[in-house]
């Protein structure tokens, strides 16, 4: 299959700059995924369309502010830094800006040395292993010097760092927000919840992999990036008792879906467990877990566009997706969202 089996035509006033001021009242596409009719309501209304007894599966990673912009001391050389992930304690995988003169070795400094790191490596793709010091906690300097790693298409300054996290973010550790996520406030979970839904959480961070385009012209030779996720007991034993049971589970994000389908074994069982997985999900994937899939618009030729066209059918969501683009739906990270159906 072709990565351009995959491409769509947006115009760029649709991608959403800001987040809207009332999370729920995102538009809501619901695709059936079984027959690709369509309908327009509102992200509060996503309530209506589950049951008692279903499972809604929530990712609860934190964004870190992962940008970080500082000196190198012996020259006074500007360098900007983007934390990828944790590779041990105070070790962290690092791209930096500019690189070429960054050698191991290497000194960085933040905010007046609030924050110092060495580079310890370079690795095969040019990112940098950055070992760091400090005094007091690290996520607490970080949230004193970090900024957000807005996505590249996303211009507007963030007002409000809280905009770009979900309300149940509670682990922290990832690069970009699950943002199937950020709509949902604390008054709609508790209808969801009201309602017989069970809350579900896992933990996926998720890498800045997730914006880099498929560059190969046969997606099969597309290597995915890893990510790490946990599956916490309590939350498998609800999906195993909520397929038992007749119900439903309804992953909030490709990010949900990623850690469901890689801890699941070849019955469909979601297991406890953690790791890393760069699951690749693009049509032809039989999945194991989920019955249904909330999620936002995602760019052109992705592997999120290519997890979503698995799920639902490539020539469903791309009707689906010209469909928003003529009703003037807000796209990407801030925009609006699509519920899946499971029928």
Request: aromatic share 8%; glycine share 8%.
């Amino acid at each position: 299959m072709r990565t351009a089996d995959f491409n769509y035509t947006l115009p760029d006033e649709l991608i959403a700059q800001d987040p809207l001021e009332d999370r729920s009242s995102s538009r809501l596409m619901v695709l059936n995924r079984q027959n690709g009719s369509i309908t327009h309501r509102v992200f509060s209304d996503v309530v209506d369309y589950l049951r008692r007894g279903d499972t809604l599966v929530i990712n609860d990673t934190r964004v870190i502010p992962a940008r970080l912009f500082g000196i190198k001391p012996d020259t006074g050389g500007h360098v900007e830094l983007l934390l990828l992930k944790r590779v041990e304690a105070d070790v962290w995988e690092t791209l930096v800006k500019p690189g070429k003169r960054c050698r191991i070795g290497t000194i960085l400094d933040f905010g007046d040395g609030r924050l110092s790191g060495r580079i310890t490596d370079i690795l095969s793709d040019g990112n940098r292993l950055i070992s760091f010091s400090y005094d007091g906690i690290f996520e607490e300097v970080l949230d004193e010097l970090g900024q957000m790693p807005l996505p590249p298409y996303i211009t507007h300054k963030l007002k409000d760092k809280e905009r770009y996290q979900t309300v149940y973010a509670a682990n922290s550790g990832s690069a970009a927000a699950p943002t199937a996520g950020l709509h949902f406030t604390r008054e709609l979970m508790k209808k969801i919840t009201d309602k017989g839904v069970s809350i579900a959480p896992i933990t996926l961070h998720v890498g800045l992999g997730t914006f880099r385009p498929v560059k190969a012209d046969d997606i099969a030779d597309h290597h995915m990036h890893s990510e790490y996720y946990s599956i916490p007991p309590e939350t498998s034993d609800t999906i195993r008792q909520t397929k038992a049971n007749g119900g439903r589970v309804i992953a909030v994000g490709t990010t949900s879906t990623r850690a469901l389908e890689s801890a699941a074994d070849d019955n469909g069982i979601v297991e406890a467990k953690s790791g890393w997985t760069d699951i690749f999900i693009y049509p032809g994937y039989s999945f194991k877990v989920i019955d249904g899939l909330i999620t936002n618009f995602h760019l052109p030729q992705s592997t999120l566009l290519m997890l979503v066209s698995a799920f639902a059918g490539r020539e469903n969501v791309l009707k689906a997706y010209e469909e928003a683009v003529r009703q003037r739906y807000r796209f990407f990270s801030f925009g609006d969202a699509m519920f899946l159906t499971p029928q």
